[in-house]
């Protein structure tokens, strides 16, 4: 089975800090997403990454940054907290083969609170 | 840009009943491909099912299917004998370029006993 772990299920952080949530996969896939999930608005696409130390910004990158590093490995960085990215992330990896194959397996999600 | 609707807030079923969660889409594109997750309020995300823009049969995974209309724009999933397990968020989802989701605003579903 696929598994995607994040580093904290619930966090609560102060405005200014810089937050650092971790995902890491075991599945050796190519491609890490990284969404933030607000209610009514679904999933949106904060940063994706299809190869080591590759990263393409998604529909709402701002104010945030992201690293890998290592394959399994997919950080998204909050520089500067504010109240507004108070939200669940949610981290996701799938492999590239096309089709049913690109399934996205997602990680628990964390919440994360800024005060 | 690609847009998914899911236009059903909110869903009652009786249990042993057959739901159907709406989803249409907007896109030029001719090679894609639509998902559908379940969140259950513990807020994982569960993969239940994928139909390709090309498959001419409409995609089955145990209770659930899809029916995939593709000149309506539509792919709509249909639970079949709804278990109180059931009860969650359901989101459909775009398969675009870059292999990146778009993501509908979800359906959140009861099953009452």
């Known amino acids: 089975d696929v598994k995607v772990t994040q580093s904290s299920r619930y966090l609560v952080k102060r405005t200014g800090e810089k937050v650092f949530l971790e995902c890491v996969q075991d599945m050796d896939h190519e491609n890490m997403f990284w969404y933030r999930q607000d209610p009514g608005l679904g999933l949106r696409l904060i940063y994706f990454s299809y190869d080591v130390k590759m990263k393409e910004k998604g529909d709402i990158p701002e104010g945030y940054s992201v690293s890998r590093e290592k394959k399994e490995r997919f950080s998204l960085i909050l520089e500067s907290a504010s109240t507004n990215q108070t939200s669940m992330y949610l981290c996701?990896?799938?492999?590239?083969?096309?089709?049913?194959?690109?399934?996205?397996?997602f990680g628990p999600g964390t919440r994360l609170l800024v005060l | 840009a690609q847009k998914i609707t899911q236009t059903q807030p909110g869903m009652f079923v009786q249990e042993k009943e057959a739901v159907t969660l709406d989803c249409t889409y907007d896109?030029?594109?001719?090679?894609?491909?639509l998902f559908w997750y379940k969140q259950p309020s513990s807020g994982e995300m569960i993969f239940l099912i994928y139909?390709?823009?090309?498959?001419?049969q409409n995609a089955t995974e145990g209770r659930y299917s899809l029916n995939f209309q593709k000149a309506r724009k539509s792919a709509n999933l249909v639970i079949s004998a709804s278990q109180l397990g059931d009860s969650a968020m359901y989101f459909c989802?775009?398969?675009?370029?870059?292999?990146?989701?778009?993501f509908g605003s979800g359906t959140r579903l009861q099953v009452q006993p």
């Open positions: 989802a775009f398969s675009r370029g870059r292999r990146a989701l778009t």
């Open positions: 896109t030029s594109d001719q090679s894609y491909g």
């Open positions: 996701a990896s799938s492999p590239t083969s096309g089709g049913e194959a690109e399934t996205q397996y």
């Open positions: 139909q390709g823009s090309y498959d001419e």
